[in-house]
Nanobody, 123 residues
Framework: QVQLVESGGGLVQAGDSLRLSCAAS????????MAWFRQAPGKEREFVAA????????SYADSVKGRFTISKDNAKKTLYLQMNSLKPEDTAVYYC????????????????WGQGTQVTVSS
């Protein structure tokens, strides 16, 4: 059983930065992948970024590459998403996910999800 709690969302202007956090608790494994997904109004849930907890390899959606950075703090068991140069199209509910996955972009492979945190970017 893993619990994930996101924080850090908010309302910002286009071009601003924001950092999301996801604190993991309960039984976690170093072999987990952790990821950020988002869902905008009227759109499907989409992959944003992921990191393998052991080894730290990262993956990014093309839409955020170069603007967003995923990172982790092993001691705090916390995942972060640094979002720079935010655009209105980044507006969405952002979800933290964790689990044993084969392909990090597949949302359905993740076993655990946070409650989501709203990010709104105004023009």
């Amino acid at each position: 059983q893993v619990q994930l709690v996101e924080s850090g969302g908010g309302l910002v202007q286009a071009g601003d930065s924001l950092r999301l956090s996801c604190a993991a608790s309960g039984r976690t494994f170093s072999s987990y992948a952790m990821a950020w997904f988002r869902q905008a109004p009227g759109k499907e849930r989409e992959f944003v970024a992921a990191v393998r907890w052991s080894g730290g390899s990262t993956s990014y959606a093309d839409s955020v590459k170069g603007r967003f950075t995923i990172s982790k703090d092993n001691a705090k068991k916390t995942l972060y998403l640094q979002m720079n140069s935010l655009k209105p199209e980044d507006t969405a509910v952002y979800y933290c996910a964790a689990g044993f996955v084969t392909l990090v972009t597949r949302s359905y492979e993740y076993d655990y999800w946070g409650q989501g945190t709203q990010v709104t970017v105004s023009s």
